[in-house]
């Protein structure tokens, strides 16, 4: 709330300019007035106190800081009037999907991004380079390593749009230990995870096409899409659908060259897929 009010103009919400501002953006009685609230329930909201609030009244203040919809909703996990179940098992129907697509790289991701299940196609376009782990967490292996800088031609833009998704939802389970760990590690070791999570971005869906300059095959183009496993709650789908006849191809190949040196088209499961499993 804070950041969004500070981003805003009086002459974008409608409001005088008025005398010379000390600070960039609305003051927290415009847009309480915008939203038909007192001061101090805006004030105490934005400042995180545990007071009771409406739906309608975090609707409103959504309106007068004009929020998208993703921070809107974003905005109703914030206040606790959006739970999110962290029902996370991998049943043998979402495996066998996940493991079906064959020109598809698909990870999936449980609510702290650890990757708990992938499929061939993403194990050799993102795990066909050294340092790159297609095991462990989404965010770490994105940020810690150097790996991922040269395979993403636009690296900061994908960083930047993995961290708003992420964010997205954290609120709901930024007590949950792993989570917790993982951004405080994030936060204290990577200069750009810090930078970037101070933005308080957040959004829905991933936009416009990934480009990859693989190894072995060269470029790769793909649209990203994460979607829910509405059986899973907690759970993530992170597909790469080829945006082009090349991009397929080229993951055909991939695949099928793996296929014929492991002698199988199956894949080892990580342990946390085994634990799922079991």
Do not use: C
Not at 58 to 86: F, S
Not at 199 to 213: D, S
Request: glycine fraction near 6%.
């Amino acid at each position: 709330m804070r950041s969004r009010r500070a981003s805003l103009t009086p002459e974008a919400v409608g409001l005088p300019s008025g005398v010379r501002r000390r600070t960039p953006g609305l003051r927290r009685e415009e847009v309480a007035e915008l939203a038909d609230l007192s001061v101090a329930l805006y004030t105490w909201l934005e400042q995180g106190r545990d007071v009771p609030v409406s739906r309608r009244a975090i609707d409103a203040i959504a309106h007068a800081l004009r929020l998208t919809p993703g921070e809107h909703r974003h905005l109703h996990v914030l206040a606790a009037q959006e739970e999110i179940e962290l029902r996370e098992e991998i049943s043998p129907s979402l495996r066998r999907m996940v493991l079906s697509f064959r020109r598809t790289p698909v990870f999936v991701l449980d609510h702290a991004w650890d990757i708990v299940l992938r499929n061939v196609a993403a194990v050799t376009v993102f795990g066909g380079m050294p340092g790159i782990d297609t095991r462990s967490n989404m965010l770490e292996q994105v940020f810690e390593g150097d790996a991922f800088r040269s395979l993403f031609v636009e690296y900061d833009e994908i960083a930047a749009g993995l961290i708003a998704m992420f964010r997205l939802e954290f609120p709901s389970h930024a007590e949950e230990p792993r989570s917790a760990a993982l951004v405080e590690g994030l936060r204290s070791s990577n200069p750009l995870f810090e930078e970037l999570w101070q933005r308080y971005n957040v959004k829905e869906h991933p936009q416009g096409t990934r480009i990859l300059n693989h190894p072995i095959v060269g470029a790769l183009a793909f649209e990203a899409s994460l979607l829910g496993v509405v059986e899973s709650p907690g759970l993530r789908m992170m597909l790469y659908t080829p945006a082009n006849d090349e991009t397929s191809v080229k993951v055909e190949r991939l695949v099928a060259d793996y296929t014929a040196s492991a002698g199988s088209d199956e894949i080892a499961p990580s342990s946390k897929e085994i634990v799922r499993l079991a």
